[in-house]
């Protein structure tokens, strides 16, 4: 078990530059989660996938940000027109359904300059 | 509303020392609880959970938290830390039945001297 895989590690892109991250899900596992991590405002959730159905977008900015799940082996988070306040660590998780714990990937640290 | 309070940003702890960090949390209902650690530059790991039942659960490298519905807390504890252990701890409340949007706390810092 590979554990939740996220793709890339790092991605430094300039101000207006689009930004896609990947993340490839524990096998098995329904739910899929995707969250920001900055030290100002620490883990914030950004959207929820249950069996690859979007279920909640609330904490997502909804202009420039959008997150699809096209199959249950990946999900992608896309920011467009990237800002440097989208500069963060952007965590996926992916648990067996809610409720239960949550496995984390390694993050993507996205650096907008 | 949920919500986790972890009082202490920053802990030090001398190296065989034992440990605990607070957490104190408000839910309506009985959470589901769970300590988890974060490494520089790493996701976030599982040490342990709660779901119900006796209110001490075990975890991984020697990690133990205890439950205590009538103080709203789940402490995390470790008898003797060691320099590995030096890290970021988040404490997280799922709300439990019908709840997937987790809450998480502010974490707690902890450095272990030599």
């Known amino acids: 078990n590979a554990g939740v895989i996220q793709t890339p590690r790092h991605k430094v892109t300039g101000k207006g530059q689009e930004a896609t991250l990947w993340c490839e899900p524990i096998s098995g596992h329904s739910a899929v989660f995707w969250y920001r991590q900055t030290i100002v405002q620490g883990l914030e959730f950004l959207t929820y996938?249950?069996?690859?159905?979007?279920?909640?977008d609330s904490g997502m900015p909804k202009e420039r940000f959008s997150a699809q799940m096209p199959n249950q082996s990946h999900s992608t988070l896309k920011i467009q027109s990237t800002q440097p306040q989208d500069s963060a660590v952007y965590l996926c998780?992916?648990?067996?359904?809610?409720?239960?714990?949550?496995?984390f990937g390694p993050g993507t640290r996205l650096t907008v300059l | 509303a949920q919500s986790v309070t972890q009082p202490d940003a920053r802990v030090t702890v001398s190296e065989g020392a034992s440990l605990q960090l607070r957490c104190k949390y408000s839910s309506s209902g009985t959470p589901y609880l769970f300590w988890y650690v974060q490494y520089p530059r790493q996701g976030l790991q599982l040490l342990l959970k709660y779901y119900s039942g006796d209110p001490v659960v075990q975890g991984v490298n020697g990690f133990e938290a205890e439950f205590s519905k009538s103080n709203s807390s789940f402490h995390l504890r470790k008898a003797s830390v060691h320099w590995s252990d030096s890290a970021v701890y988040f404490c997280v409340l799922c709300p439990g039945t019908g709840g997937y949007k987790v809450v998480f706390g502010s974490g707690t810092r902890l450095l272990v001297s030599p």
């Open positions: 998780a992916s648990s067996l359904d809610w409720g239960y714990e949550q496995y």
């Open positions: 996938f249950r069996n690859q159905a979007p279920i909640d």
